[in-house]
């Protein structure tokens, strides 16, 4: 059973275009973090999101964290090629619980 | 600053040979992970360190093994590789603490034959 789903599992656009994914699940987390993957590289924080319904901008990147603390979405307007990569989101429940990761989204921005 | 460093960064091993994963942060951070990635797939746990002297079990531990001696270092024992062993391995480091950011090392590209 996969705690995290994330939608859609690949996405090809081109760039300009504006995009949103989708991290989902059943479980409330205390925090919420999303990650960006790099061919070849390991995975690097884009962001923490903590409070139901927090909003957090990074760029051209938006975040939002569910109000009940389940689910979360990525939007990213006017991509370009350097948003390409692999998108995870990453669940917290505190305390010494390792996070808990989607399968992550494959983007790939064609210029 | 190093953060997480590992090594090897590429080895070929054949079906039953043994090999040991390195991997050191240099950040003071209690908590420790190991990961595989499969090709086009998400992140899997393999076995955690909440802190020097203690291990767990994280979703796929057959077939390794860790110890943490140090802060430091978290090494990773393949015992017996198999081809289903094929994979990147990552290592990881954070502080304590439920949100804080998870750093993690360029990989460790394992192909067994």
């Known amino acids: 059973t996969q705690l995290l789903e994330q939608s859609p599992q690949f996405l090809s656009i081109q760039e300009g275009e504006n995009l949103t994914v989708y991290c989902n699940s059943s479980s409330v987390f205390s925090s919420l973090q999303w990650y960006r993957q790099e061919p070849g590289e390991g995975p690097v924080l884009l962001v923490t999101?903590?409070?139901?319904?927090e909003v957090k901008k990074l760029k051209r990147l938006t975040f939002q964290f569910g109000d009940a603390r389940k689910d979360s979405s990525l939007h990213i307007t006017a991509a370009q090629p350097g948003d390409t990569g692999l998108y995870l989101c990453a669940g917290a429940w505190g305390g010494n619980t390792p996070l808990v990761f989607g399968k992550g989204t494959r983007l790939s921005v064609i210029a | 600053n190093a953060g997480v460093t590992q090594t090897p960064k590429f080895r070929i091993l054949k079906i039953g040979q043994s090999m040991t994963l390195q991997c050191t942060q240099d950040?003071?951070?209690?908590?420790m992970y190991w990961y595989r990635q499969d090709p086009g797939m998400g992140l899997k746990l393999i076995y955690y360190?909440?802190?020097?002297?203690?291990?767990d079990k994280g979703e796929v531990p057959n077939g390794y093994n860790v110890s943490r001696s140090t802060t430091e270092d978290f090494p990773l024992r393949l015992e017996l590789a198999a081809p289903s062993q094929t994979s990147v391995y990552f290592c990881a480091s954070r502080e304590a603490g439920g949100s804080s950011e998870q750093y993690f090392g360029p990989g460790t590209r394992l192909t067994v034959t």
């Open positions: 950040m003071n951070h209690n908590y």
């Open positions: 999101v903590v409070t139901g319904g």
């Open positions: 360190s909440v802190g020097a002297g203690i291990t």
